[in-house]
């Protein structure tokens, strides 16, 4: 569900890009602030509720934005899509990278625990894009689908230096069948209405994907 914000104020009035050239101007730091403001919000929200779930109008209300102002910042919603998906790409590979450096030799099983976690599950919005709106994805325009090529890629190489293996090639593929078979769960564990069987589809790929990948 959108939530709605509060919007940027200065001396009482909105500011909005609309304002622009018109006796109120934003500073270059705060357009910079806003726009950043935008994409974090619609990485979010499109991740909620899918990218055809959600128009400018609430995207930018969320942000505590005018509508207007919209098209100061992005060419389309599209433009925006492909910033967004590059956002939430960039956000999982933050999480990783942390559990990486903080985990050491255990990074992959925290890592399969994380994202089979029910709190994952139920936070779509600050989860994992691929397993949000893959198959979503399938249907956009080529810019959102080449974010999210290079994204699953930098993902497949992060679980490549975890995942056991004799050589290059033997870890990768072992990181694309354990990154497969967790968003496939994640997105039947969130698919089905019966919480016993959505937690029981976690439970079992997390211990299958925890001994594939350090076998």
């Known amino acids: 569900m959108a939530r709605t914000g509060v919007p ?3 001396s009482g009035q909105t500011i909005g890009v609309t304002n622009w050239g018109q006796g109120m101007k934003v500073s270059k730091e705060q357009a910079a602030e806003n726009r950043q403001r935008i994409i ?9 509720h899918g990218f055809e779930g959600i128009g400018v109008a609430d995207l930018m209300k969320s942000a505590g934005l ?20 590059a956002r939430a790409v960039d956000a999982s590979m933050e999480t ?3 559990m990486i450096a903080s985990a050491g030799e255990d990074a992959l099983a925290a890592y399969v625990d ?15 894009i691929m397993a ?12 959102v689908r080449h974010t999210l090529t290079a994204g699953v890629q930098r993902l497949f ?10 050589t290059a090639a033997a870890r990768r593929e072992k990181a694309i069948v354990t990154f497969a078979s967790l968003v496939g769960a994640m997105v039947l564990a ?13 439970r079992v790929v997390a211990a299958a994907a925890k001994t594939r990948g350090n076998g």
């Open 114 to 128: 994380f994202y089979t976690s029910p709190a994952h599950r139920d936070a779509p919005g600050a989860g994992c």
């Open 96 to 98: 990783w990278n942390h």
């Open 40 to 48: 974090d919000t619609a990485a979010k929200l499109f991740r909620e």
């Open 66 to 85: 005018t509508h207007g102002g919209f098209y100061g910042h992005f060419k389309s919603k599209d433009d925006l899509m492909e910033q967004a998906a």
């Open 132 to 143: 949000a709106l893959g198959a979503e994805s399938a249907r956009q325009a080529a810019p």
């Open 190 to 202: 969130r698919a089905v209405d019966d919480n016993a069987l959505s937690d029981e589809i976690l």
């Open 157 to 166: 190489e992060g679980l490549s230096r975890v995942v056991s293996g004799r």
């Open 8 to 10: 940027f104020r200065q």
